[in-house]
């Protein structure tokens, strides 16, 4: 049983920075953030597979950094230069095939945690 527990996520002034920290009980071949703001639907935020080919959605790219450190069976997503539109509940998300690193399609997803909330002001 795959378990995903999110943690590092507040409240930050624009311009700001937080990382978000994911502690998972085994590592899967597709590993990622997503995020949900009210209203709106989940979106593809970054992911990294099990090579180490990472892909990020257009918003994050240049802003946000995605990383494991499976010394501490932890995934992290480091998140620079913070916009209030970056506001929104983000959570990990894992799954078996690496292929899924290649869709930002949430439903492809078998492993979620409960999410932390980020607000950016």
């Known amino acids: 049983h795959v378990q995903l527990v999110e943690s590092g996520g507040g409240s930050v002034q624009a311009g700001g920075s937080l990382r978000l920290s994911c502690r998972y009980t085994a590592i899967r071949r597709c590993m990622g953030w997503f995020r949900q703001a009210p209203g709106k639907e989940r979106e593809g935020v970054a992911a990294?597979?099990?090579?180490?080919?990472?892909i990020y959605a257009d918003s994050a790219k240049g802003r946000f950094t995605i990383s494991t450190d499976n010394t501490k069976n932890t995934l992290y997503l480091q998140m620079n230069s913070l916009r209030p539109e970056d506001t929104a509940m983000y959570y990990c998300a894992a799954d078996d095939r690496a292929a899924t690193c290649g869709t930002w399609r949430a439903t492809m997803y078998n492993y979620w945690g409960q999410g932390t909330q980020v607000t950016v002001s």
């Open positions: 990294i597979n099990s090579v180490g080919t990472i």
